[in-house]
């Protein structure tokens, strides 16, 4: 009897699907609380970086316990300036969690990711630190410290591991959160509410917009993923 042989696409299919099924059933345990808080990082680092494309500057930035934030930037006002800063947040986290993710797939040294991802995060501790508030504070230096101590301490299979499960668990967490910030609730002085100030449009219209967005840049990444790994696959086998 002939067995079927998986490809490496769909191995790796398979695997981030494994991840996803982790995250959503351990969702609301400590295991993932620390990726919802990076990933409030992420976002609030994404507008920030985006207000100093408009020429502005970083005050600080919030991360509290209720895995929320801001950050207060100073941004000479601009239509486009207000956009593009008010739609970083969401759609630039899941931007770098796409990132991360597709690193983690095509590269053999994850262990530097962890490492410059260790270094980000204490750069951006400066600016939580400016808040005065411990629990930001904390959080954010000890997962910096925790980076860098994988980085130093443990091997690739730890980081290969790690990096996709954080890089896919943030995709799919901003796509929840934007359901659940914007969608579900809207009039709460999100993102979504600054764009509809400007636009004149209704935040639930644009919260829709933006997960539509997101479902399909995740779609894309995994696709992407997915072809990758096919494509390594023929080379292989052509050598």
């Given at each position: 009897m002939k067995t079927m042989k998986l490809t490496k696409g769909q191995i790796q299919t398979l695997?981030?699907?494994?991840?996803?099924?982790?995250?959503?059933v351990f969702w609301d345990t400590l295991l993932i609380y620390p990726i919802k808080l990076f990933v409030v990082m992420l976002h609030e680092m994404s507008h920030g970086l985006m207000a100093m494309a408009f020429g502005g500057d970083i005050i600080k930035i919030q991360i509290d316990k209720q895995i929320g934030g801001y950050c207060l930037y100073t941004m000479k006002p601009s239509f486009w300036g207000n956009f593009?800063?008010?739609s970083a947040g969401y759609l630039g986290s899941l931007l770098w969690g796409s990132l991360i993710l597709i690193l983690a797939v095509k590269s053999d040294k994850d262990k530097y990711i962890t490492l410059v991802i260790g270094v980000i995060l204490l750069g951006l501790s400066c600016f939580v630190l400016q808040t005065g508030e411990l629990f930001g504070t904390a959080v954010t230096v000890g997962l910096a410290a925790f980076m860098l101590i994988a980085f130093k301490y443990f091997g690739n299979f730890f980081h290969d591991l790690w990096l996709k499960?954080?890089?896919?668990?943030?995709?799919?967490?901003?796509?929840?959160?934007?359901?659940?910030?914007?969608?579900?609730?809207?009039?709460?002085?999100?993102?979504?509410?600054?764009?509809?100030?400007?636009?004149?449009l209704p935040s639930v219209f644009i919260g829709s917009v933006w997960m539509i967005t997101a479902v399909f840049i995740l779609f894309i990444v995994l696709r992407y993923i997915y072809?990758?790994?096919?494509?390594?696959?023929?080379?292989?086998e052509r050598e």
């Open positions: 695997y981030l699907a494994a991840l996803i099924a982790v995250a959503l593009m800063t008010s499960f954080i890089g896919i668990t943030s995709c799919i967490y901003v796509i929840l959160d934007i359901k659940d910030d914007l969608i579900d609730r809207s009039n709460i002085g999100s993102d979504a509410d600054s764009i509809a100030e400007l636009t004149g072809r990758q790994k096919e494509k390594t696959l023929q080379t292989t």
